[in-house]
């Protein structure tokens, strides 16, 4: 066996063989399957997306409406989920109640049969299917409401904002909430994916491997950045502080949040579709005033922080997508969770055709063979 050198993080260190999504982060390129994202960001949809990271090709027509069929009539959350819901405290992060609703299915569908067909689609559906309405009720109950029942007249992401804002979405929000589905579906060994595989590596259940891969999400440093971003907008508050802003930020060696990559050293191509899909919205329903402070900011890291390859990446204008879309900033990592299950569950899938338990190894920086000094003596 060769032994490699250490690298924090595990940087450029292939941690397995996939054939679901391609990154070339030098030139910017992101594909599904082969097919570039803008490709797929025009002209599909994100249960066909998610058809296609899941089952390796895109569906026949028969096959895509089967598909939406069986999940859209398994979007509803069984009344337990939703009283265990209502314990929940309201001031709770939304990706918290994601989690232990994600990891409760696994109470209701205990039976495991990792290696029949049927089984793995009906884990896929139900997973796809049930994770948008658990949290949209999360944000319905924790207002005092009722949850919206969901509706099987909608397609995936009209359904969505539909249960989240109480009314029906008009088509573009509806479209441009969908396009935002595929562009976050998938993205190669994300922290998230990687969570995802090591948990099913282990044989455990596919809510198991979701709930571990949302509990991976959150962090600030991972999709929890999109939060970030508007908080740090908000901070900056002026085109006129975005200068003053950065010098300070860079003297305290802060993170600038939704900038930087592991893998992109240019502009993430998701985040160049996502400011495309703010200004259409922006253009029917009106500017954000956070958006001109983002743009700015984004001219001023490029020329601070361009030579070492720091660009925007996918959470720096999705939180500006969202807002205009009525979602309150603690769901965007939710919604974000909503979209990458598509990528987790491939990779579930991926990962159970070829199994082997992940299990690195370290390099040990402790003692040996130390003297155990009793406690009367230390
Ligand atoms: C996502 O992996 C994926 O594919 C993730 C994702 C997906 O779809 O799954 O694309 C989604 O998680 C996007 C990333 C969201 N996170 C943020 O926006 C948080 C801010 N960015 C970072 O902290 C950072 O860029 C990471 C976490 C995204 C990447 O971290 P790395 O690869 O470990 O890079 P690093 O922290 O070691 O930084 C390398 C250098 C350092 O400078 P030097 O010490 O070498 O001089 O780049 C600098 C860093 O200081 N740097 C930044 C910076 N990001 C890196 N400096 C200022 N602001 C930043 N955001």
Redesign the pocket.
Known sequence: MTVCEYRA?L?GIPATQSSISY?DGQRGILEYRGIPIEKLAEQSNFLETAYLLIWGELPTQEELKLFEHEITHHRRLKYRIRDMMKCFPESGHPMDALQACAAALGLFYSKRALDDPAYIRAAVIRLLAKIPTMVAAFQLMRKGNDPVQPRDDLGYAANFLYMLNEQEPDPLPAKIFEVSLIL?AE??I????FSAMVTASTLTDPYAVVASAVGTLAG????G?SE??IFMLEEIGSVENVRPWLEEQ?AH???????????YKVK?P?ATILQQLAEKLFEKYGRDKYYDVAVELEQA?AEK?GH?G?YP????YSGLVYRKLGIPTDLFTPVFAIS?TAGWLAHWKEQLNENRIFRPTQIYTGLHDEPYVPISER
Do not use: Q
């Not at 600030?220 to 999709?223: A, D, F």
């Open positions: 993080g940087e990154v976050h993205h190669t994300n922290a998230s994916t600030p440093l991972h999709g950045a970030e971003v860079l060696k802060s993170k600038i949040m939704g900038f930087g990559h592991r893998v993430d998701r890291v922080l070492k720091i990446n996918v959470d720096f990458r």
